[in-house]
């Protein structure tokens, strides 16, 4: 069975960069959108930014300007370069690839960033 394998977490000061970075173990095909989105603790997991096939990327209000999301569908690889932390930006992120007939989550990456 294919999983996704999310790097890149840690802990972080307010203003500081991570780079998340997230790899399949097998092949996946017919991929329409990758993405991250994340789960702050007491809420529900939200939209941080996903990629679709045609190039159209789609952020949430909160982190437009401050992450960026690229791909490359051929080695089914997500990454997510995140800008001037907040405090409010920690949470667990999680990797996520929706196919055709599929959807794929990864084991979630958590990120901590300190005032």
């Known amino acids: 069975q294919v999983r996704l394998v999310e790097s890149g977490g840690g802990l972080v000061q307010a203003g500081g960069s991570l780079r998340l970075s997230c790899a399949s173990s097998?092949?996946?095909?017919?991929?329409?959108?990758m993405g991250w989105y994340r789960q702050a603790p007491g809420k529900q997991r939200e939209l941080v930014a996903t990629m679709s096939n045609s190039g159209i990327t789609k952020y949430a209000d909160s982190v437009k300007d401050r992450f960026t999301i690229s791909g490359d569908y051929a080695k089914n690889t997500v990454s997510l370069q995140m800008d001037t932390l907040k405090p409010e930006d920690t949470a667990v992120y999680y990797c996520?690839?929706?196919?055709?007939?599929?959807?794929?989550w990864g084991q979630g990456t958590q990120v901590t960033v300190s005032s």
């Open positions: 996520h690839i929706y196919t055709s007939y599929a959807d794929y």
């Open positions: 097998g092949t996946i095909s017919n991929i329409r959108t």
